[in-house]
């Protein structure tokens, strides 16, 4: 199930690697490619979100939103890492020391450490035209948007469809069992 807290996490340590400052759509690239990366590792996303095909590729629908102000922010959790974009760009309001990040497995700092080693130095626009060739969940949605579904994931990492299929349900009855309790 989506995390703020945790995506917010994710986001600040990227944005710390990053030297606090980053274009919005570079910083949802390098989310996605980590989400990407732990199901890869893992067999499970770190962030916990839905996944859409937006024109610029692959995107995390309701990071997207909180990116964007649509969504109000929960305590200790988008607003109180991510300062509100300005230029296209988000920015670090604190240190990302790893104490804070208390929502982050060190496996999750691994990925997302890797993910940035890989891809930190690449703009928006190198990013974008990556995921398009690279990640062939994404669908050109053609000004609209397609959801992507973890086993479409799965299946484009190399897992077979049998495996694919067990994967994406295990991770689809966790958000089903995060609902119900989420409504006690």
């Known amino acids: 199930m989506f995390n703020q807290r945790k995506v917010a996490q994710m986001a600040a340590h990227l944005l710390d690697r990053g030297r606090g400052r980053m274009n919005y759509l570079k910083l949802m690239k390098l989310l996605y490619l980590a989400d990407r990366e732990s199901m890869k590792r893992h067999g499970e996303p770190i962030s916990g979100d839905q996944y859409v095909s937006m024109d610029h590729g692959p995107v995390l629908s309701q990071t997207l939103n909180l990116i964007n102000g649509a969504v109000r922010p929960q305590e200790r959790g988008w607003d109180h890492w991510i300062a509100d974009k300005a230029d296209y760009e988000v920015s670090l309001r604190r240190k990302a020391s790893r104490d804070a990040l208390d929502e982050l497995s060190d496996a999750d700092l691994e990925v997302l450490d890797a993910i940035y080693g890989k891809f930190g130095r690449m703009d928006q626009w190198k990013l974008r035209d990556y995921t398009h060739r690279y990640c062939p969940e994404w669908t050109d949605p053609k000004g609209s948007s397609i959801p992507i579904e973890y086993i479409d994931i ?31």
């Open 154 to 184: 799965f299946k484009a990492l190399g897992r077979g469809p049998a495996e694919a299929k067990k994967l994406a349900a295990r991770i689809e009855q966790e958000h089903r069992i995060d609902r119900i309790f989420a409504t006690l």
